[in-house]
């Protein structure tokens, strides 16, 4: 007979629930069972339950319920930034990988666009803190988000959900079917679909004139032609995506799941939260009209309706938009002995990401104007295999290996300048000022493991190492620029950029775990990463650039990391302390240049990232139901000596932009007045890095109180705070983000026979607008690294509003 469907541990352990105190939240930070209070690991774990009083459905809501952890959503380039403890990788190059890993199912997804996935109907959720080398994929130089979807469980469960958010006026639903379909056989089916009738953010566009001039060259007058550009989108957005998975026991030993899923996001305009909320003259430089504050409001345009006509990927009648697909199929292996457990997790994942945006972001009239489509896929098949002991005697082992493959395909069409070309052929690049296409295919190898002896009672002591190896080939071209472009030197078409690029890394660390009692554990670590260099696939080649503009280095870090855990009366209260130091090298940073609308990719040098966690939880037996539970959390992030860094527009010489770039050989030297008539590069050294505050924290409460008749009323109430910080890599004092708190709250009441639920969920109820990271406004700021310099208006990527949303749950 085969084994018993559905009998892996549960997430929370059931033990006291009933008389109040603290339940065990079960992790697998070191690919183990482990409770968060027994793993030495800084972890922060969501269960399902948490996830659905908040309805945290997708990763920016989870980053916006978790100090020290935040998330930027970006129309363009990776599409998004993971910061955990004020590491993270910014958002301007495609071909950056995130310094915070993304692990589904114990599958690793590096791309940024992976917020765009529907992560919902979740087993659980684990946030780790600081490198993660050993466990996880690859890429875990800042932290690792590890995702754990639900399986089908040993009875039929049937879940309907439906919900309205009032103020984006979302229509949302769920249903979920888990049932056996034998003794060793189960399914379980779960979909999600949302649409917006109306956007978080008030749109301030209007019809604006785009004049082109038909030329190709400057010294040749030609006609111009006036189109109308309305005002884009307000960034409502519609998605819908289902996953299916079947989990076969045949006996007590094999486990296999079997999960595919698919999903699709559309939105009328991804720069929808893109504000300009600084401006040296109080006014948009571009438009006057146009308010620069502080609030949810922004403003773009739509590309006029007869130069949409002829650009690749533009929607008709010239609205933006942005389009993401995805799909995966993802197998776990699992053969379990008494002492020992054989693994395998095999994925593929693909995606693919179709914009079109008014680049700039601002409803401006006249050539500046920027307007932008993309069309990029991208592919990744991987294979880990690991074999692990537990035998919980004198010493346990594990010993893995690990491949991948990818392809990223990236293809974009640039309309800007005024410019048009009616002798360009085909007739799709008459308005083009540019054009890029470029790939990068890669392959990694890795092999791992893990030691772990206990000399004496109570002690453990762990060490292990990865091996990677990786291979990287890309290439990049601009099929066609404009002729005018071409003359001023700012594009270099036709002319191919090939890249092979080979990394090798050796990332150990080392662990020591002490339990002087049963709910005490002591331990220390010292830690290694690694992230993998790469090519900047949406870079700009010019006859200025070189292949050294597009490629980058690997990143790395290192450092220790120790703290407590403790239960304390009678588990009753929870107080965790964490302290660590990490020292980061060649941190991989991607800059925008707004004067002239160019990226650079490149490794910053050193930071260091220092700090204290505390965390406490508080669960009176004498009053069961009742939570109260917070942090404080300090963290000094700062970078070490990184010369060659990009100055942001307008910084002058006085203000730190006083070196030079020369080339990859010699990145920087001293300014010299004499023969240099403008610097272009700075030392971040002593400046935070993006988007870390130095305090952070977050106090909350909960109670249910179960009634008489046996129905269930819970109310919880969660505030986060977050100091001042600066929401660019690069130093700009004009994007310093002021301290602000956060509340969310929500009401629920459960009948007796807990077939219904109702909800009421507010989030971020203080309505406070903060930046989550941002770049010089395109087209803005004068004097980079000379005297006199005009600072660059400021565009940040900001949160989203209060929200409002009710919501009906139906289980059977």
Same mark, same amino acid.
């Given at each position: 007979?085969?084994?018993?469907?559905?009998?892996?541990?549960?997430?929370?352990?059931?033990?006291?629930?009933?008389?109040?105190?603290?339940?065990?939240?079960?992790?697998?930070?070191?690919?183990?069972?482990?409770?968060?209070?027994?793993?030495?690991?800084?972890?922060?774990?969501?269960?399902?339950?948490?996830?659905?009083?908040?309805?945290?459905?997708?990763?920016?809501?989870?980053?916006?319920?978790?100090?020290?952890?935040?998330?930027?959503?970006?129309?363009?380039?990776?599409?998004?930034?993971? =910061?955990?403890?004020?590491?993270?990788?910014?958002?301007?190059?495609?071909?950056?990988?995130?310094?915070?890993?993304?692990?589904?199912?114990?599958?690793?997804?590096?791309?940024?666009?992976? $917020?765009?996935?529907?992560?919902?109907?979740?087993?659980?959720?684990?946030?780790?803190?600081?490198?993660?080398?050993?466990?996880?994929?690859? #890429?875990?130089?800042?932290?690792?988000? /590890?995702?754990?979807?639900?399986?089908?469980?040993?009875?039929?469960?049937?879940?309907?959900?439906?919900?309205?958010?009032?103020?984006?006026?979302?229509?949302?639903?769920?249903?979920?079917?888990?049932?056996?379909?034998?003794?060793?056989?189960? $399914?379980?089916?779960?979909?999600?679909?949302?649409?917006?009738?109306?956007?978080?953010?008030?749109?301030?566009?209007?019809?604006?004139?785009?004049?082109?001039?038909?030329?190709?060259?400057?010294?040749?007058?030609?006609?111009?032609?006036?189109?109308?550009?309305?005002?884009?989108?307000?960034?409502?957005?519609?998605?819908?995506?289902?996953?299916?998975?079947?989990?076969?026991?045949?006996?007590?030993?094999?486990?296999?799941?079997?999960?595919?899923?698919?999903?699709?996001?559309?939105?009328?305009?991804?720069?929808?939260?893109?504000?300009?909320?600084?401006?040296?003259?109080?006014?948009?430089?571009?438009?006057?009209?146009?308010?620069?504050?502080?609030?949810?409001?922004?403003?773009? #345009?739509?590309?006029?309706?007869?130069?949409?006509?002829?650009?690749?990927?533009?929607?008709?009648?010239?609205?933006?938009?942005?389009?993401?697909?995805?799909?995966?199929?993802?197998?776990?292996?699992?053969?379990?002995?008494?002492?020992?457990?054989?693994?395998? =997790?095999?994925?593929?994942?693909?995606?693919?990401?179709?914009?079109?945006?008014?680049?700039?972001?601002?409803?401006?009239?006249?050539?500046?104007?920027?307007?932008?489509?993309?069309?990029?896929?991208?592919?990744?098949?991987?294979?880990?295999?690991?074999?692990?002991? /537990?035998?919980? /005697?004198?010493?346990?082992?594990?010993?893995?290996?690990?491949?991948?493959?990818?392809?990223?395909?990236?293809?974009?069409?640039?309309?800007?300048?005024?410019?048009?070309?009616?002798?360009?052929?085909?007739?799709?690049?008459?308005?083009?000022? #540019?054009?890029?296409?470029?790939?990068?295919?890669?392959?990694?190898?890795?092999?791992?493991?893990?030691?772990?002896?206990?000399?004496?009672?109570?002690?453990? $002591?762990?060490?292990?190492?990865?091996?990677?190896?990786?291979?990287?080939?890309?290439?990049?071209?601009?099929?066609?620029?404009?002729?005018?472009?071409?003359?001023?030197? $700012?594009?270099?078409?036709?002319?191919?950029?090939?890249?092979?690029?080979?990394?090798?890394?050796?990332?150990?660390?080392?662990?020591?775990?002490?339990?002087?009692?049963?709910?005490?554990?002591?331990?220390?670590?010292?830690?290694?990463?690694?992230?993998?260099?790469?090519?900047?696939?949406?870079?700009?080649?010019?006859?200025?650039?070189?292949?050294?503009?597009?490629?980058?280095?690997?990143?790395?870090?290192?450092?220790?990391?120790?703290?407590?855990?403790?239960?304390?009366?009678?588990?009753?209260?929870?107080?965790?302390?964490?302290?660590?130091?990490?020292?980061?090298?060649?941190?991989?940073?991607?800059?925008?240049?707004?004067?002239?609308?160019?990226?650079?990719?490149?490794?910053?040098?050193?930071?260091?990232?220092?700090?204290?966690?505390?965390?406490?939880?508080?669960?009176?037996?004498?009053?069961?139901?009742?939570?109260?539970?917070?942090?404080?959390?300090?963290?000094?992030?700062?970078?070490?000596?990184?010369?060659?860094?990009?100055?942001?527009?307008?910084?002058?010489? /006085?203000?730190?932009? #006083?070196? =030079?770039?020369?080339?990859?050989?010699?990145?920087?030297?001293?300014?010299?007045?004499?023969?240099?008539?403008?610097?272009?590069?700075?030392?971040?050294?002593?400046?935070?890095?993006?988007?870390?505050?130095?305090?952070?924290?977050?106090?909350? =409460?909960?109670?249910?109180?179960?009634?008489?008749?046996?129905?269930?009323?819970?109310?919880?109430?969660?505030?986060?705070?977050?100091?001042?910080?600066?929401?660019?890599?690069?130093?700009?004092?004009?994007?310093?983000?002021?301290?602000?708190?956060?509340?969310?709250?929500?009401?629920?009441?459960?009948?007796?026979?807990?077939?219904?639920?109702?909800?009421?969920?507010?989030?971020?109820?203080?309505?406070?607008?903060?930046?989550?990271?941002?770049?010089?406004?395109?087209?803005?700021?004068?004097?980079?690294?000379?005297?006199?310099?005009?600072?660059?208006?400021?565009?940040?990527?900001?949160?989203?509003?209060?929200?409002?949303?009710?919501?009906?749950?139906?289980?059977?």
């Amino acid at each position: 007979m085969g084994g018993a469907l559905g009998q892996a541990p549960v997430a929370l352990a059931q033990e006291g629930a009933q008389e109040g105190g603290i339940n065990d939240i079960i992790v697998t930070a070191r690919k183990r069972q482990e409770t968060t209070q027994n793993v030495p690991v800084s972890v922060v774990a969501l269960s399902a339950e948490r996830i659905q009083q908040y309805d945290l459905s997708n990763l920016e809501r989870v980053a916006a319920t978790t100090p020290s952890f935040s998330i930027g959503r970006t129309p363009s380039g990776s599409g998004a930034t993971l =910061v955990l403890r004020g590491i993270g990788s910014n958002t301007t190059s495609i071909g950056l990988e995130q310094s915070v890993a993304v692990i589904v199912d114990g599958a690793y997804y590096g791309q940024g666009r992976t $917020i765009n996935e529907g992560f919902f109907d979740l087993g659980r959720l684990e946030i780790l803190k600081g490198p993660q080398a050993l466990f996880f994929g690859k #890429n875990a130089t800042a932290g690792v988000v /590890s995702i754990t979807t639900a399986d089908p469980g040993d009875k039929l469960e049937v879940v309907g959900r439906a919900g309205y958010e009032f103020a984006a006026k979302q229509v949302y639903g769920e249903a979920i079917v888990s049932t056996p379909l034998s003794e060793t056989l189960g $399914i379980r089916i779960a979909g999600r679909a949302s649409k917006q009738f109306d956007g978080y953010y008030r749109q301030l566009g209007t019809p604006q004139p785009y004049p082109t001039i038909d030329r190709t060259s400057t010294a040749v007058p030609g006609g111009t032609t006036i189109h109308t550009s309305g005002p884009a989108g307000d960034g409502r957005a519609k998605e819908a995506y289902i996953r299916a998975t079947l989990k076969w026991e045949p006996t007590d030993t094999l486990t296999a799941t079997l999960k595919a899923n698919y999903g699709i996001n559309d939105n009328n305009n991804p720069s929808a939260g893109a504000v300009v909320y600084y401006c040296p003259t109080g006014a948009l430089a571009a438009n006057p009209a146009i308010p620069c504050r502080r609030r949810f409001e922004s403003s773009a #345009n739509r590309t006029p309706i007869d130069i949409a006509a002829t650009q690749p990927f533009a929607n008709a009648d010239g609205h933006q938009g942005n389009q993401y697909k995805s799909w995966a199929i993802n197998l776990g292996l699992a053969w379990t002995l008494k002492d020992l457990t054989i693994s395998s =997790v095999t994925n593929y994942n693909w995606n693919r990401n179709t914009f079109q945006f008014d680049a700039d972001g601002v409803s401006r009239a006249g050539a500046p104007g920027v307007f932008a489509t993309e069309d990029s896929s991208f592919h990744a098949f991987s294979q880990e295999v690991r074999a692990q002991t /537990s035998t919980g /005697s004198f010493w346990d082992a594990m010993l893995g290996g690990y491949y991948q493959s990818t392809k990223r395909d990236y293809d974009a069409w640039t309309v800007s300048g005024g410019l048009e070309n009616s002798q360009a052929t085909p007739a799709y690049r008459r308005y083009l000022a #540019n054009q890029k296409d470029s790939q990068t295919k890669g392959r990694t190898f890795a092999l791992f493991g893990q030691l772990i002896v206990r000399p004496i009672a109570n002690i453990e $002591i762990a060490g292990g190492v990865r091996y990677t190896s990786e291979r990287k080939n890309s290439y990049f071209i601009e099929p066609y620029s404009h002729p005018i472009r071409v003359e001023q030197g $700012i594009f270099l078409p036709g002319v191919t950029l090939r890249s092979n690029q080979s990394f090798e890394d050796w990332s150990p660390e080392a662990t020591v775990t002490w339990k002087p009692i049963q709910d005490v554990t002591v331990y220390g670590a010292y830690k290694t990463a690694y992230k993998s260099g790469g090519f900047s696939n949406s870079g700009i080649y010019s006859r200025s650039a070189t292949l050294s503009d597009f490629e980058f280095g690997p990143e790395k870090a290192r450092g220790f990391e120790a703290g407590i855990k403790t239960m304390l009366f009678d588990r009753q209260l929870r107080l965790n302390l964490t302290g660590y130091n990490f020292k980061y090298s060649n941190l991989q940073l991607d800059f925008f240049r707004s004067d002239t609308f160019a990226f650079t990719t490149i490794n910053a040098g050193s930071a260091r990232t220092k700090g204290v966690e505390l965390e406490f939880q508080f669960a009176p037996r004498a009053l069961p139901g009742f939570d109260l539970h917070g942090s404080v959390n300090y963290n000094h992030a700062r970078y070490g000596d990184a010369p060659g860094a990009p100055c942001w527009a307008g910084q002058t010489r /006085s203000q730190g932009c #006083n070196l =030079v770039y020369v080339s990859a050989t010699d990145a920087s030297r001293p300014f010299n007045p004499v023969t240099d008539a403008a610097a272009n590069r700075q030392n971040l050294k002593g400046l935070p890095t993006a988007n870390a505050p130095d305090w952070t924290g977050n106090l909350g =409460v909960s109670y249910e109180a179960l009634l008489e008749n046996g129905a269930k009323f819970n109310f919880g109430v969660d505030a986060r705070y977050s100091g001042s910080y600066l929401a660019t890599a690069f130093g700009n004092p004009y994007t310093r983000q002021n301290r602000y708190v956060s509340l969310d709250a929500s009401l629920s009441f459960t009948t007796a026979d807990e077939h219904w639920q109702f909800q009421v969920i507010g989030k971020n109820l203080t309505n406070r607008w903060y930046a989550i990271g941002g770049v010089d406004t395109p087209n803005t700021g004068s004097g980079t690294g000379t005297n006199i310099g005009i600072v660059a208006d400021q565009t940040g990527y900001a949160s989203i509003p209060r929200t409002l949303q009710a919501q009906v749950t139906f289980r059977y």
